[in-house]
């Protein structure tokens, strides 16, 4: 080919690049050019980890939602380690996925690795738990639980149920993942509630980190600490689970010596609920794949979508679980 025909060429190229730039919208659009090659939109998702009955239902609402709506998932288990999802996420930029997804495992420390993905043009939604980063721009939107709100309404019920008793009602807490979202939210809107009652104390509070094993030896610690406890809130079903067993062995009866308090109402939790070891819970959805889906399809379009968006959730008591089992899904 002669010099001229190919600077035509080069020019042509050129010509084509830009406008299909133009047609992308802003620059935050997703790239095909690192895409599945087959027109499907690439969503790189980074879990937490596999830490609770929640967890697994919440992998299994993105896996079935993303095959639904015709996304490819990239999907990875980061084992509750910050570092293993900056590291699944820096993978996915250099991957140049469309959209990429997580779950924070904890609040703090995310701006680094979200400015890469901005500079990259790659829209990331944040899904399940919020991160602190000052700078709203780094992620397109926040779709999740208000989980200062299920705190809160699990204080507001101990409230009402203590509001007759007669001297101190001793709490001991069942803490999620120190540093996670869920954790700080729930302690706060459950403090908040308490104090509405001078005599609902907090005589103790550790992390049992979301899971069955911790709360079961954190409890174990505090029955051995603490010769009258009056009530166990827990931050997750898991760690009530784990804490049940403590208890028993402790010789004591769950749902009547120790009141008990939870958040999530997974299959589990609710069973416990209705044969009367629970007290309460305050629900936490797990099911976000589908919206999630819907979510990443509208980024990757450049369309707009709210900056927040909370999940519909409820709360149980032993009657109402009893009603509600039999159709619970996960
Ligand atoms: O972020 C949601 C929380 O994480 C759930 O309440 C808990 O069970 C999970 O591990």
């Known amino acids: 080919m002669s010099l001229a025909p190919r600077r035509a060429v ?14 992308c919208g802003n620059s935050d659009t ?20 596999a830490e609770s009955g929640w967890r697994t239902a919440n992998t299994n609402s993105i896996k079935e939602a993303a095959a639904e709506a015709g996304i490819e998932l990239k999907f990875d288990d980061a084992q509750q380690k910050q570092e293993n999802q900056i590291k699944a996420i820096r993978n996915y930029i250099q991957q140049k996925v469309d959209v990429i997804a997580f779950s924070p495992v904890v609040e703090s420390g995310w701006d680094t690795v979200l400015k890469e993905a901005k500079d ?28 200062v709100k299920e705190g809160r309404l699990s204080g507001e019920w101990l409230v009402e149920q203590m509001k007759s008793a007669t001297g101190d009602v001793n709490i001991v807490e069942l803490q999620g993942t120190t540093g996670s979202a869920p954790a700080n939210d729930r302690k706060k809107g459950f403090g908040e509630a308490i104090a509405a009652d001078p005599k609902l104390k ?25 010769p009258k406890i009056d009530v166990l809130f827990a931050h997750n079903d898991d760690m009530g689970l784990g804490a049940l067993e403590a208890i028993t062995a402790a010789g004591k009866e769950p749902g009547k010596d120790i009141v008990i308090i939870t958040i999530d109402a997974v299959k589990d ?13 305050a629900e936490c959805s797990p099911l976000l794949g589908p919206q999630l889906m819907e979510l990443a399809k509208k980024v990757h379009a450049g369309e707009e979508v709210p900056p927040r968006i909370e999940t519909e959730e409820t709360t149980f008591t032993q009657e109402q679980a009893k009603e509600a089992l039999p159709n619970r899904k996960y």
Not at 129 to 146: E, H, I, P
């Open 120 to 147: 990259a043009g790659i829209p990331v939604i944040l899904t399940d738990r919020a991160v602190d980063s000052a700078d709203k721009s780094l992620y397109k939107t926040f779709l999740g639980s208000d989980f």
């Open 30 to 49: 997703g790239t095909d050019e690192g895409g599945s090659g087959d027109g499907k939109i690439v969503m790189g998702f980074s879990q937490v980890g």
């Open 269 to 281: 939790g609710m069973q416990a609920l209705a044969d009367g070891k629970f007290n309460f819970i």
């Open 202 to 226: 907090v005589i103790a509070s550790q992390s049992g980190d979301f899971t069955r094993a911790g709360g079961k030896q954190v409890m174990e610690q505090f029955l051995k600490a603490h």
């Open 10 to 23: 080069a020019a042509l190229a050129a010509v084509l690049l830009a406008g299909g730039m133009a047609a």
